[in-house]
């Protein structure tokens, strides 16, 4: 009975009529591989690696769908090595045992090699990821994990240690592109049918994979499951990518004009100090497949443009926020990025550094020909200090209060410039009252650098 059950379940998995469009396709070289060029460009070193067959363990790092499993299996048959593959979902150290034993076996009866390919290995705690240091160390197997998470945060430093960690990042428009051209063609050449898909209704697919090549394909197929066939051809509509996504489809397309309007009135909405408004664009974002990272990543421009120093916390925890979603994911981590947008709404406000910075940057361009005055340069050696370079500079921390009242440090063409002009809100109101404050000693000093 075992050996039936056995046969039956061979004969399915090689049988590609039962598999989904997404394993139908799943590269089988590099050369058909789409993304990541970032580590795998002609001449880098893991293709080196691979195309020679000396692979060593690795860990990657990365989204759904960015082809995790696929490079593994590449890795595989490029080192003439079987693959077993473990996924911490759904094994245990029974299931570890069995891989590694499998393995050694392998080695000694069939002198091949064993790729253990563990899915969402940061799943595994602590001694079940151990069980597999003594065999990665003795080489029974090439050992390959693949992590939706930060590994520094979630894998053993003693598996780090013995691997290789690559970073996989989300497909771009183009790699998703590539992907579902790569889809339609094998569609017209299997089943003789050619597949129609307009442009605004590929862009909108490509939107909803938001960077995942495994979900485009999926949606792909779900749609070709509902679309009528009619003299050899289908037609793709929106209204079909509409009834197979279960959500509605993002209003926008990335890089596209309704894109940046949503991020506009997100930054808006903070900026005019509006919690509720931010949160519903915020949220409008994420159900459009937006990146939750982006508008973090916003989040850090509006801590220095729109609040600034009348209250520096904002750009910290705006960095804690990012911190979070990386460390525990979407769905904590969205909340995480929803407390940063709140708090920034509620925030002070002030664009004085962003508007003195502008200025300076400006300033500088125009005054770069102007020499640095001769009491801030230099002196590094006797030539230097013979020719008066740090001459009659003023050393603040000897001065009384920690400042040099009446000292300069422009070049004197440009010596009452002010550039930096902090508000009466939040910390800046401080701030503004010690500049204030300074100010006035400078002026009643009798030790003006320029006077």
């Known amino acids: 009975m075992t050996n039936v059950n056995g046969s039956l379940d061979l004969a399915f998995a090689e049988n590609d009529t039962f598999k989904p469009l997404a ?97 969402e290995v940061h799943r595994f705690n602590k001694s079940q990821q151990d069980a597999f240091l003594p065999h990665i160390e003795d080489g029974t197997i090439i050992f390959i994990g693949a992590t939706t998470e930060n590994p520094a945060f979630e894998l053993n430093q003693a598996i780090l240690s013995r691997a290789r960690v690559y970073t996989l990042k989300k497909l771009s428009e183009d790699n998703l592109s590539n992907v579902l051209a790569r889809a339609l063609n094998y569609q017209k050449e299997s089943s003789q049918i050619e597949v129609e898909i307009s442009a605004e209704t590929k862009k909108q697919l490509i939107a909803l994979a938001n960077g995942d090549a495994r979900r485009l394909l999926n949606l792909l197929e779900n749609c070709l499951e509902i679309s009528p ?45 509006n919690p509720d408004a931010a949160l519903y664009w915020y949220a409008r974002i994420l159900t459009g497949g937006g990146d939750a990272l982006y508008v973090a990543r916003r989040l850090l421009a509006i801590a220095s443009e729109d609040i600034g120093n009348a209250d520096p916390r904002a750009m910290q925890l705006a960095i804690n926020a990012w911190d979070t979603f990386q460390r525990v994911g979407p769905s904590e981590g969205e909340r995480a990025i929803a407390q940063a947008t709140v708090y920034m709404a509620l925030a002070p406000k002030s664009n004085a550094v962003y508007s003195a910075f502008s200025q300076a940057k400006a300033l500088a361009k125009a005054t770069s020909d102007l020499d640095v005055p001769i009491h801030l340069k230099n002196s590094t050696s006797a030539i230097t200090k013979e020719l008066g370079h740090g001459s009659e500079y003023r050393y603040a921390h000897d001065e009384p209060g920690g400042f040099a009242a009446g000292e300069n440090y422009f070049p004197e063409d440009i010596a009452n410039t002010v550039l930096y002009q902090p508000t009466d809100r939040g910390l800046e109101k401080q701030l503004r009252d010690k500049l204030n404050y300074l100010n006035q000693l400078d002026q009643q000093s009798n030790q003006r650098r320029y006077d």
Not at 44 to 64: C, D, N, R, T, Y
């Open 23 to 119: 394993a139908k396709l799943r590269p089988k070289s590099l050369a058909e591989y789409e993304g990541q060029e970032h580590i795998l460009a002609k001449g880098m070193p893991l293709p080196l690696a691979i195309e020679q067959g000396k692979v060593h363990s690795i860990i990657f790092w990365g989204p759904p769908g960015t082809g995790k499993t696929t490079i593994a299996e590449i890795i595989a048959n490029h080192a003439n090595a079987d693959i077993e593959r473990v996924s911490a979902v759904t094994s245990g150290i029974k299931e570890i045992r069995q891989a590694i034993e499998n393995a050694k076996s392998r080695a000694i009866h069939q002198q091949r090699r064993t790729v253990l390919f563990v899915d």
């Open 229 to 273: 066939i009619s003299d050899s051809k289908q037609t793709l509509s929106k209204e079909q990518l509409v009834q197979v996504a279960g959500n509605k489809i993002a209003l926008y397309d990335k890089g596209g004009d309704a894109f940046y309007d949503l991020i506009s009135a997100f930054h808006k909405s903070v900026r005019g100090s």
